[in-house]
């Protein structure tokens, strides 16, 4: 990293634009702030000392511990691709974030990552440790400047949740038109934390596996979300594993989906593997015209006596009737489909940050019309 | 401002609506009576271009353009709005971005305080409000979109006694005055109960019996046929 006072100014006007589109902010109104970009780390600075950033590579020289987090939650030859991240280890790539034990961090901690080499291949490890007690609010992004359509991403993250700790998360990815992305996402929540994460992918992309899996233990409370956007010439498969290991866990798990002509698999799977739990999973789909895919299985394993678990799953057109409604009140036909689709992905919902609602709206228009 | 001519509806092959015709100038109110199934609200849903209603033949002209052959953006466009009986819920459409996608943003507060909706403004559309706050709601959208031509169907039924006394002065309000562009709006409303009447001047009304037009007239004089005689042609 280079030595400049102000870590905005170590990106460029262009890089600026690119990030705060996936909601990055003035490193100054953030608690800490992480961009790689390719493989240089430009920022890993934080402003709250309730908060450390640093370079994967050298978080695990400073802190021994680091290194029992690393390959913690996943085994380095789960599948060909996170094989392929550890054989890239040598050389560590990817942020490491520790919330302090019993920190409230007021402001968000924020990490993008950047692929700007047409054709490039990054591979990525971030690791996030939020000690007890600890409370933060977290936005990262992942974004390629227009140029960039072809390319390859497999990342891996690795999400430690201490008792009693609290995060609030939202991520939001922004690729290149026809790159390949595959994205592991491994967490454990110990005893009593809470979580409330959402995840927004909505820029086309060539192809996107994301598949992410997550312990609750013991009275632990999780609320998640994704809002899915996939048009025409964009192939996403998301696949989650949640398992309620301790009683009194408690999870939430929605999918909304909209297919503009792309494919939507969407594998869920929520397992009771304790007694006194509690879990849902909802996958809705929303078709905006006759092709493309949505494909949402919902499934739920009761291994416990005492588990809870529920779910709820639809696929369907636009109502015309809605359309209808909103046509006859002077709403032009596409504004009114927009309309439509920003309500059923829920954009207003509280959970989004305001500041990166319009955005996000934007980025729908944009890729409904082709325009990104 | 709307001139029906010898309309004959269908949907599919059921003839809904024969041979209406009907006269509505500019700045006044008429009242549609009927009974269930009459084709009231088939009549307000033809005027505005809904589907599945088709016009066999004959011709509506709103504003000196013929209307039928114009899709729904377009008669909105031109000036039509209609207040649904039943409209649909539209989950995560709050009335805000409604009104925003409107571009009525700055009239909202305001129009919405009047027909006492102003919690409303962050509620998704028609999802889980009451019959009656559905129908104040369909008034203030048709206050928010500024037609000319404006269309109630059923305005006043669910609605409790006070709020009427909202809806009728909402539509008092804007029947007759200009809309933001000075043109003078005029209105069609459909009522069972006749409640409306007490709050509202209509100019005339009509009786819709088995998808025709039958007699015209004074609304108090015909709304008071009505109670005693059923929906009939009152004798000359």
């Not at chain 1, 899915?228 to 999870?251: K, Q, Y």
């Not at chain 2, 979109?145 to 002065?169: K, M, T």
């Not at chain 2, 025709?212 to 004798?235: C, K, M, N, V």
């Amino acid at each position: 990293m280079d030595d400049v006072a102000d870590p905005a100014a170590r990106l460029s006007n262009e890089e600026r634009d690119i990030l705060h589109d996936v909601g990055f902010d003035d490193p100054a109104a953030r608690a800490a702030t992480g961009v790689l970009a390719d493989r240089e780390m430009r920022i890993a600075e934080a402003t709250d000392p309730g908060v450390e950033i640093l370079p994967l590579a050298e978080a695990l020289r400073t802190y021994e511990f680091v290194q029992d987090l690393m390959f913690g939650l996943v085994s380095p030859e789960a599948n060909e691709h996170v094989a392929m991240v550890a054989e890239h280890m040598h050389d560590p790539l990817g942020h490491f974030v520790w919330v302090k034990p019993g920190a409230k961090v007021r402001l968000p901690v924020q990490t993008f990552t950047l692929l700007e080499t047409p054709q490039g291949r990054q591979f990525t490890h971030d690791i996030t440790l939020i000690d007890e007690g600890a409370e933060v609010e977290m936005i990262a992004g992942s974004a390629v400047p227009g140029s960039v359509h072809k390319g390859r991403h497999i990342s891996i993250g690795e999400t430690y949740m201490r008792a009693g700790s609290s995060c609030r998360s939202v991520s939001i990815e922004h690729w290149g038109t026809a790159m390949e992305v595959y994205s592991y996402g491994y967490s454990r929540m110990e005893q009593g934390a809470r979580s409330q994460s959402t995840a927004i992918m909505m820029a086309p992309v060539g192809q996107h596996v994301s598949r992410s899996h997550s312990i609750l233990e013991a009275d632990t409370n999780a609320v998640s979300q994704a809002i899915i956007f996939s048009p025409e010439g964009t192939d996403r498969v998301i696949e989650t594993e949640t398992h309620l290991t301790g009683a009194g866990a408690r999870s939430e798990d929605m999918a909304r989906m909209v297919s503009a002509g792309g494919r939507i698999v969407n594998n869920a799977l929520l397992v009771g593997d304790a007694a006194d739990t509690n879990g849902f999973l909802g996958c809705d789909g929303l078709k905006l015209n006759d092709t493309g895919e949505i494909l949402a299985v919902p499934s739920l394993q009761a291994i416990a006596e005492g588990a809870m678990l529920s779910h709820e799953a639809s696929v369907g057109m636009i109502d015309s009737e809605k359309l209808d409604y909103l046509m006859a009140s002077g709403i032009e036909e596409d504004a009114a489909r927009n309309l439509i689709v920003q309500g059923f992905l829920s954009l207003d919902n509280e959970a989004i940050p305001a500041g990166l609602r319009a955005r996000v709206v934007d980025m729908i228009a944009r890729a409904k019309s082709g325009g990104m | 401002m709307l001139e029906i001519r010898n309309l004959t509806v269908a949907i599919g092959d059921n003839v809904i609506l024969r041979d209406i015709d009907l006269h509505l100038p500019e700045g006044e109110l008429h009242v549609l009576l009927g009974p269930n199934g009459s084709g009231k609200s088939s009549l307000l849903a033809t005027i505005m271009g809904l589907p599945p209603f088709e016009v066999v033949s004959g011709e509506i002209i709103f504003a000196g353009t013929p209307i039928q052959s114009l899709d729904l953006t377009e008669r909105a466009e031109l000036g039509i709005g209609l207040a649904y009986q039943r409209p649909p819920s539209l989950d995560g459409v709050t009335v805000r971005s409604f009104a925003a996608a409107l571009g009525a943003v700055a009239a909202l507060e305001t129009e919405a305080a009047a027909l006492d909706l102003t919690g409303f403004l962050d509620r998704d559309m028609n999802v889980g409000f009451s019959g009656g706050e559905i129908k104040r709601w369909e008034v203030l959208k048709l206050v928010l979109q500024d037609p000319r031509l404006l269309l109630f169907d059923e305005p006043e039924s669910g609605v409790d006694l006070e709020h009427v006394i909202a809806v009728g002065d909402a539509i008092r309000r804007v029947v007759g005055a200009p809309d933001r562009s000075g043109r003078t709006c005029s209105g069609l409303v459909i009522t069972h109960t006749g409640l409306i009447l007490s709050h509202v001047k209509a100019d005339r009304a009509h009786i819709i019996k088995e998808g025709r037009l039958l007699h015209s007239g004074d609304p108090h004089e015909l709304f008071g046929h009505i109670q005693t005689e059923g929906y009939t042609i009152p004798a000359a």
